[in-house]
Nanobody
Framework: QVQLVESGGGLVQPGESLKLSCAASGSFFSIGSMGWYRQAPGKQRELVASITSSGIPNYADSVKGRFAISRDNAKNTVFLQMNSLKPEDTAVYYC???????????????WGQGTQVTVSS
C-alpha cells in the first residue's frame, strides 16, 4: 500500500506565499509522476501542477509564473511552492502519485488526505 501525508496549508492574505509538502510511504517499488490537484467548494477537482519522475513539470495556466512544483526522490516527497496567492486559489489541495505497488507490481494512483488553503483579506 501507499500512504500520502500532506502538510503546509493554512490561511494567508492575498500576495503571500505557502509551501505544501506531500510525503509517500508504504509498500511500493517505485513512484512515477507526482502532482497537486485542488478542489474549491462546489467545483470539480482540477490539476494544478504535475512533475515526472525525471523532474519535468507541467502547470495549469492559472498558476504559471506563481507556483513551482518540485520533488525529492530520496524522500519520496513532492512540494508545491505557491507565491502571489490570490483568493481564487482557495481550495483543498490534494497530492497525487502514480506508484508501482508491492507485491504485484501493479500501477496504482493514490491521493493524499487534502490540506486546506484559504486566501482572504
Amino acid at each position: 500500500q501507499v500512504q500520502l501525508v500532506e502538510s503546509g496549508g493554512g490561511l494567508v492574505q492575498p500576495g503571500e506565499s505557502l509551501k505544501l509538502s506531500c510525503a509517500a510511504s508504504g509498500s511500493f517499488f517505485s513512484i512515477g509522476s507526482m502532482g497537486w490537484y485542488r478542489q474549491a467548494p462546489g467545483k470539480q477537482r482540477e490539476l494544478v501542477a504535475s512533475i515526472t519522475s525525471s523532474g519535468i513539470p507541467n502547470y495549469a495556466d492559472s498558476v504559471k509564473g506563481r507556483f513551482a512544483i518540485s520533488r525529492d526522490n530520496a524522500k519520496n516527497t513532492v512540494f508545491l511552492q505557491m507565491n502571489s496567492l490570490k483568493p481564487e486559489d482557495t481550495a483543498v489541495y490534494y497530492c497525487n502519485v502514480q506508484a508501482t505497488v508491492a507485491p504485484t507490481y501493479r500501477e496504482r494512483e493514490r491521493w493524499g488526505q487534502g490540506t486546506q488553503v484559504t486566501v482572504s483579506s
